[in-house]
């Protein structure tokens, strides 16, 4: 009985079965909770408005727009990953097109081993040449009566 326990309980203890989400929630309270907190107290410091120079080479005659200075630095970060990621997409096509040209050769292959295993597989027609029987005839005496 004690053994059974214990083996039911080394069993609930395997960290196989709960892994992933601890590191899932470890990553998450060590990592972006405090980085999500930064954010909003920056967010919250920073609500006064500022003014983004558009044409910065015209001037004082540029157009401005006034915003929040949260917005602005948020607006930034959003703008730098997504021009980041496409950047990196479009870096990586020749990556993505060697994978689809090896997966198109393995898929070929693939198919080519199948025909090949059913080949293989399926009893081969007998190409031997058949022999006729017929029936064995006298053949003429050649000995001479000498």
Do not use: K
């Not at 540029?62 to 990621?85: E, K, R, W, Y």
Request: aromatic fraction near 4%.
């Amino acid at each position: 009985m004690a053994a059974s326990i214990w083996n039911d309980v080394q069993e609930r203890a395997c960290l196989t079965d709960w892994e992933p989400d601890l590191l899932r929630r470890i990553l998450l309270i060590v990592i972006v909770l405090p980085i999500s907190v930064a954010l909003v107290m920056l967010a919250v410091a920073n609500r006064h408005s500022v003014g983004l120079v558009i044409d910065p080479l015209n001037g004082d005659g540029a157009p401005t727009v006034q915003a929040p200075l949260f917005l602005i630095v948020f607006g930034a970060l959003i703008l730098g990953v997504l021009i980041g990621g496409i950047t990196v997409w479009l870096s990586q096509g020749r990556y993505r097109r060697g994978a689809r040209r090896a997966n198109r050769e393995a898929r070929r292959a693939n198919a080519q081993a199948d025909a090949l295993r059913a080949s293989v597989a399926a009893p081969a027609p007998m190409n031997q040449p058949t022999l006729s029987h017929r029936p064995a005839t006298a053949l003429p005496d050649q000995r001479s009566a000498a």
